[in-house]
């Protein structure tokens, strides 16, 4: 699903499906490249640390924490230039042929914001 040399289609099927699509996220697969596009706008130093990855036929299921700098706008709050780190992050790709067909994910936004200053 990540290897962006591929084209679109030969990652995601013609019937992707993300149940947890963003505000403003097109609900194909090119969905996926257009929310990390943005997220990476508001936060320029994005990291990911997997903590564990499980693989079964038909899914993989990837348990990471995120970190960045608020640089950019999100979710309508102007940049702070503040931290957040530690940001658990769950994401379910079910997988159909060998392309994605459907995605479900939970980041802990509220933990990002309170981190911001934002709640």
């Keep these: 699903m990540r290897q962006q040399d591929l084209p679109l289609e030969e990652r995601f099927t013609d019937d992707f499906t993300d149940h947890d699509a963003a505000d403003g996220q097109p609900q194909d697969?090119?969905?996926?490249?257009?929310?990390?596009?943005?997220?990476?706008?508001?936060?320029?130093?994005?990291?990911?640390?997997?903590?564990e990855t499980i693989a079964t036929p038909t899914k993989v299921i990837t348990i990471s924490t995120l970190a960045g700098t608020h640089t950019g706008e999100w979710m309508g709050h102007a940049p702070t230039g503040r931290r957040f780190t530690g940001i658990r992050n769950v994401q379910v790709i079910g997988f159909r042929d060998g392309r994605a067909?459907?995605?479900?994910?939970?980041?802990d936004q509220l933990g990002i914001l309170q981190q911001l200053g934002f709640a």
Excluded: C, Y
């Design 29 to 51: 697969g090119s969905g996926i490249a257009w929310f990390w596009e943005q997220f990476g706008k508001a936060f320029s130093d994005v990291e990911r640390e997997d903590v």
């Design 101 to 107: 067909a459907e995605r479900w994910g939970s980041t």
